[in-house]
C-alpha cells in the first residue's frame, strides 16, 4: 500500500498563495500538487486521489459578490464534466471519508459561504461570514493568537499559541444567530482567537486586526477535519519569514509548519 500522504492545492480564479501553501505540504512530509479549478471540473483530477484538501488564499473572481462569494456559487452548482454530480458532491464525498480540508483567508471565506463551516449538527447551510475590517482598509500585519486547548481541531493538536501574519480586506467572522456563536463557544469549533500581549482575546484594534466578533480567527467543524483560518500558516514556515528574524533567536521552523505536520501525521495514522 502507497504510504504516501497526498496533498491537493487548489489555484486559479484569483488565488495567489498556491505554491507557498504546496511548499508548507511538502516541508512537513506530504506530496503536494497544485491543481487549477478547471482540472477537477472537466474531471481530469480526480479529488478521491488525495486526502489533504487545500483552498489557498487570494481573490476569488476579485471578490466580486463579497470575498468567495462568486467561488462558492461556482463549486456548488458547477458539474463535472462526464459526471451527474457537482463539485460540491465530490467535495462532501471526500469529507464523508474521513479526510482532511483547510482553507486560508479566501479559502476560510470559501468554506463559510459553502456552508462547509461550521456545520454545525452537519447542516450544510451558512450560518456566518467574513465581512469587511472595521478598519475599513486591507490589513497586512504580523498578530498573536491563542489556541483552545479543548477544540477538537486536528491541525492545532498540542499548540497553545501562535504567531502568524494576515492578509485580507474581508476578515471580520460575523454571524446574526447568536446561537451560533454560542454554540461555537460551548463546543470549542473557535479554535484561535486574536490576542493581546497578555494572551488575552482582544477587540482591540490592530490586535484584533478585523474586529471579528469574540475575537475568532479560526473555527473547524464538529469532528475537527475541516478547519478555517484568516492567518496564513504558509506564510511562517521558516525563521527568515518572521519580521524580527534578524534581531531575535528563532526555531529554524515557522510556528506556521506545526499545521500541517498535524495534518500530515493525523493521515499516517488514520487514512493510511
Known sequence: MDKTVKA???????????????????LAGADADIVYIAELLTGRVDLNDYHFLNLAGGFLDGDDLGSAKAG????????VVGSPDSLA?????????????MGVCNGFQLLVKMGLLPAI???PQQTCTLSHNDSGRFEDRWCQLIVDPASPCIFTQGLDNLYLPVRH???????????ILQQLENQHLAVMKYADNQGQPTQSYPENPNGSLAAIAAICDQTGRLFGLMPHP?????????????????????????????AVNFIKKELL
Request: glycine residues 10%; aromatic residues 6%; contains cysteine.
Open 169 to 179: 480586506g474581508e476578515g471580520k467572522f460575523i454571524t446574526a444567530d447568536m446561537k
Open 8 to 26: 491537493i492545492v487548489i489555484a486559479g480564479n484569483g488565488t495567489n498563495c498556491e505554491r507557498e501553501v504546496a511548499h508548507a505540504c511538502r
Open 89 to 101: 458532491v465530490k467535495l462532501q464525498q471526500f469529507i464523508a471519508a474521513g479526510k482532511l480540508v
Open 72 to 79: 462558492a456559487n461556482r463549486l456548488l452548482h458547477a458539474r
Open 234 to 262: 504558509e506564510a511562517y514556515t521558516h525563521r527568515t519569514h518572521h519580521p524580527r528574524w534578524t534581531r531575535e533567536t528563532l526555531p529554524e521552523e515557522g510556528m506556521g509548519l506545526l499545521l500541517y505536520r498535524n
Open 121 to 123: 449538527d452537519g447542516n
